[in-house]
């Protein structure tokens, strides 16, 4: 028989071990999934993850990813590998396409497209402060349409909707 005092103290710190790892790692943050979640309970935990990591994924751009991107291209550019990014006399940026960063588009096009419902609800007035052309060019690429895919506009959607009625 084991003795009642026989208490291992080993089990508790390779437990707190595995715990702070799974925190390190952000694996704690959802709980564990149900098997038997509906779509509406993966969306909302989804969503909290993602507001959890906004703070994270905006640290780690700013302070690593910017600055490793940046620095790799200056190696190759130093070395002769790659020319200087230039387009129409533009200079590149760096756009991430990370899950989080596709997340936080997703939610800005929400935010937009609550707002023209908003703006279309007070009928012409609200519509004078609409740029359709600058608003379908900014939905077009939150939304990641290829640029290919889009006509420029004519100049008849070019102006404000009060000048499209007068004509």
């Avoid at 002769?80 to 756009?95: F, M, N, V, Y």
């Amino acid at each position: 028989l084991k003795m009642p005092g026989n208490f291992d103290i080993s089990q508790l710190v390779l437990s707190d071990l595995r715990q702070k790892i799974r925190h390190a790692l952000l694996g704690d943050l959802n709980g564990m999934p149900d098997k038997n979640m509906t779509a509406t309970e993966v969306i909302e935990r989804q969503a909290n993850l993602v507001q959890s990591l906004g703070a994270t994924y905006g640290r780690l751009q700013g302070e690593l990813l910017t600055p490793l991107a940046l620095r790799a291209l200056s190696i190759l550019k130093e070395r002769g590998e790659i020319p200087e990014l230039h387009i129409d006399g533009r200079k590149l940026s760096l756009d991430y396409r990370s899950p989080l960063a596709r997340a936080q588009g997703q939610r800005d096009v929400q935010a937009t497209l609550s707002w023209l419902q908003a703006a279309q609800n007070y009928g012409g007035a609200g519509m004078d402060y609409l740029d359709i052309p600058a608003t379908l060019q900014y939905l077009a690429r939150s939304l990641g349409v290829p640029q290919h895919l889009i006509k420029t506009l004519p100049e008849s959607l070019s102006q404000s909707p009060s000048e499209q009625l007068e004509k």
